[in-house]
């Protein structure tokens, strides 16, 4: 036989198991998942969603754009103009009450609104640009679904262009060009937020601002975790091809001692990496906030800064979640029979730590569906991930029940390692069980 | 008073019953060898003896202590070398030994405990060297003054020269023989018969997780009208 193949088939028969694909597969619905909601979501932008219009003017132009906003329906999303003006709500609020504004956007249902005020119509019978205000209600849909508001400004955009057109046709004016190339000044944004209006931002600048301060407590502790539970894992694999396991075990000393010790270690050694990998992020984070228009508004301007209960919140969320993966770590540790069995194990954590990381780049907890909520909670290191959006949007209730789930998930793994460290199974592994022989020492053929 | 009895033992992993019924005592400061081919049972008969897994049925004492019920008082009394056994790759000798010595004793006594397992193992300069630069049979060395410093009443060693060169595996069983005329009971387990001949008080033989003969090598083979061990072991089982 080819002495190639020969060898490529002895590989081949080894890398093969069951475990490995089932690892591969976890893998591909995970990111298969993530697309699925980022597409859910990204249809959900460009579908029609209602607006607010508020004519604060009363004048021939301000009937226009409304006008020209429902065709903007018709043409950008192929409906009726009698659809596109159910789509259009027309409010009649004074635009000096911004209360009253985002009162009335939320008796209607609304996330977006644009006005404008008076004056609006003789400035551009006037030549002189006038102004389209935007209003929203920040909502913590995410990074997705906050993308909506540029929708509208883009709207406000297309309003712009069709006046202009309407503009020329009507005013031949060399001198008028610039204003008649760009009559609306479309940057006069407010976004509801905590109880207060504030002005110049939009949704998806709240969201860049928020996403650039929070994910980087999700990217440590997925790297953490993915680390201290290779480290955990392997170093139990070595512990029993060297036998120094059993040694060890043989000492006059209590199970609970040997892996309170063990999880301690490690967890202090996630501590440390912790630390000097949000240091490196910290430089990383200024440097994205620096480059102009990357950065977002920033969270404390909108009164959404963290403090100090806060913070200690966050660290025993992330000192909790490093002991659960420590825990399910040195559980899946003990069933490796050696270093190379212990790779493979590493995967279960590695997935767990991604899947909330992956979500939390472009939802909110809020945004997401209950259905999609439920697994996530169960998954302990979503908590820490999601810790910090929770606390700046007060979602308070699930941070506590987070921490509470967290803690009883410490408890629990630590408990069940104890047993698993008086059994029989840290010495045989599972190939000893009839379950494990139906399964993991099954390989492909 | 013996120093270690079992009785009826049996072990069964999932659906395979690898041991299936042992019976042997070993007396206070005998030097006892468990012999029998591979997959006898000798090293899970071991390691039931050492806490390390559940005995299934029947029951293993050692100095009075029930191994099932007074586990912690039993690895206080025990050490137990598995075969192959490695140590820590990261420490030196010298921190291996006082890593062990740190579970039995403090301060002085650690230190008195140290300095007796480094006079066991006898490496010389080599003992502050990183335990991943040893040969075998350093390891091997470091290993058994690790099992003994702690002067254990009784001392389990599965397979203790196992892969040694002749010189070593010579210097093994003449520190075994030195812990025994210190009052220390020695079990070892060995599928090498003309070592445990040499080196044992009394021997019991394992096959198929059964206890075949029990005695001391000179009786068994004058039982079996044999020259050796090996010999007696092939008659017993052939019949």
């Given at each position: 036989m080819n002495h190639l193949l020969n060898?490529?088939?002895?590989?081949?028969?080894?890398?093969?198991?069951?475990?490995?694909?089932?690892?591969?597969l976890i893998m591909m619905f995970v990111f298969m998942g993530a697309g699925s909601m980022m597409g859910d979501q990204g249809e959900s932008i460009t579908s029609p969603s209602d607006i607010g219009f508020i004519n604060g003017d009363g004048g021939l132009w301000a009937d226009r754009t409304e006008e020209f906003l429902i065709s903007i329906y018709v043409d950008t999303y192929g409906i009726s103009e009698e659809e596109a003006r159910g789509f259009v709500k027309v409010m009649d609020i004074p635009l000096d009450d911004g209360a009253a504004i985002v009162e009335g956007m939320r008796s209607l249902g609304l996330d977006a609104a644009i006005a404008v005020g008076p004056g609006y119509s003789s400035n551009l019978d006037n030549g002189i640009r006038a102004v389209i205000s935007e209003y929203y209600i920040f909502t913590n849909p995410g990074l997705l679904g906050s993308a909506g508001s540029s929708i509208t400004s883009l709207m406000i955009g297309e309003i712009s262009d069709r006046i202009s057109q309407a503009l020329v046709s009507e005013i031949a004016d060399p001198d008028?060009?610039?204003?008649?190339?760009?009559?609306?000044?479309?940057?006069?944004?407010?976004?509801?937020?905590?109880?207060?209006l504030h002005s110049g931002v939009r949704p998806l600048d709240i969201s860049m601002g928020v996403m650039n301060q929070t994910l980087m407590v999700p990217v440590v502790i997925m790297m953490v975790i993915m680390m201290i539970g290779s480290i955990v894992?392997?170093?139990?694999?070595?512990?029993?091809?060297?036998?120094?396991?059993?040694?060890?075990?043989?000492?006059?000393?209590?199970?609970?001692?040997?892996?309170?010790?063990?999880?301690?270690?490690?967890?202090?050694?996630?501590?440390?990496?912790?630390?000097?990998?949000?240091?490196?992020?910290?430089?990383?984070?200024?440097?994205?906030?620096?480059?102009?228009?990357?950065?977002?508004?920033?969270?404390?301007?909108?009164?959404?800064?963290?403090?100090?209960?806060?913070?200690?919140?966050?660290?025993?969320?992330?000192?909790?979640?490093?002991?659960?993966?420590?825990?399910?770590?040195?559980?899946?540790?003990?069933?490796?029979?050696?270093?190379?069995?212990?790779?493979?194990?590493?995967?279960?954590?590695?997935?767990?730590?991604?899947?909330?990381?992956?979500?939390?780049?472009?939802?909110?907890?809020?945004?997401?569906?209950?259905?999609?909520?439920?697994?996530?909670f169960i998954i302990p290191f979503t908590h820490p991930m999601m810790v910090m959006q929770n606390l700046m949007f007060g979602n308070t209730a699930v941070v506590l029940a987070g921490m509470a789930y967290l803690a009883l998930f410490a408890m629990l793994t630590i408990f069940i390692t104890v047993k698993v460290y008086k059994s029989d199974i840290l010495l045989t592994g599972i190939g000893q069980t009839k379950l494990a022989k139906a399964f993991a020492g099954k390989r492909i053929r | 008073m013996d120093a270690l009895t079992v009785e009826d033992v049996h072990k069964v992993y999932g659906d395979r019953e690898a041991v299936k019924g042992i019976d042997f005592s070993v007396r206070t400061g005998e030097i006892f060898g468990l012999i029998g081919p591979n997959g006898a049972g000798k090293t899970s008969t071991l390691r039931m003896m050492s806490t390390l897994l559940r005995i299934t049925s029947g029951r293993i004492t050692v100095c009075g202590h029930d191994v099932a019920t007074e586990s912690d008082e039993v690895r206080k009394i025990i050490s137990y070398l598995p075969e192959d056994a490695g140590a820590y790759k990261d420490l030196t000798g010298r921190a291996y030994l006082k890593?062990?010595?740190?579970?039995?004793?403090?301060?002085?006594?650690?230190?008195?405990?140290?300095?007796?397992?480094?006079?066991?193992?006898?490496?010389?300069?080599?003992?502050?060297?990183?335990?991943?630069?040893?040969?075998?049979?350093?390891?091997r060395r470091l290993l058994i003054a690790r099992a003994i410093m702690p002067a254990p009443k009784v001392a389990i060693m599965d397979e203790v020269t196992s892969g040694l060169d002749v010189i070593n595996a010579f210097e093994i069983r003449k520190i075994i023989r030195k812990i025994s005329e210190q009052g220390v009971t020695v079990i070892i387990s060995s599928h090498n018969m003309f070592e445990v001949d040499m080196l044992c008080d009394r021997v019991a033989m394992i096959n198929d997780g059964r206890t075949v003969l029990c005695g001391t090598p000179g009786e068994l083979k004058e039982r079996f009208n044999a020259s050796n061990l090996e010999e007696v072991f092939v008659k017993a089982v052939k019949g």
């Open positions: 060898i490529v088939r002895k590989e081949l028969k080894e890398l093969m198991t069951i475990g490995s694909f089932v690892s591969v008028l060009t610039p204003f008649l190339l760009s009559p609306i000044k479309g940057t006069d944004a407010h976004t509801y937020i905590d109880g207060e894992i392997s170093s139990m694999g070595n512990e029993k091809e060297n036998k120094t396991l059993e040694t060890l075990l043989t000492m006059p000393v209590g199970r609970t001692v040997i892996v309170t010790g063990k999880i301690l270690s490690a967890a202090i050694m996630g501590l440390v990496y912790g630390i000097m990998y949000m240091v490196g992020m910290m430089f990383y984070s200024k440097g994205m906030t620096d480059i102009g228009g990357l950065g977002g508004s920033s969270p404390a301007d909108l009164g959404l800064a963290l403090g100090p209960v806060d913070w200690l919140i966050v660290g025993t969320m992330v000192f909790l979640a490093i002991f659960c993966a420590l825990g399910l770590c040195m559980i899946l540790g003990a069933f490796a029979k050696n270093y190379k069995a212990a790779q493979t194990m590493t995967v279960p954590i590695s997935v767990l730590a991604i899947i909330p990381m992956l979500l939390n780049m472009f939802a909110s907890w809020g945004s997401l569906p209950t259905a999609i909520q439920i697994p996530l | 890593f062990m010595a740190g579970f039995f004793a403090d301060g002085a006594e650690a230190e008195k405990m140290v300095a007796y397992g480094m006079e066991m193992a006898d490496l010389g300069d080599r003992i502050d060297s990183k335990v991943d630069t040893y040969s075998k049979g350093m390891m």
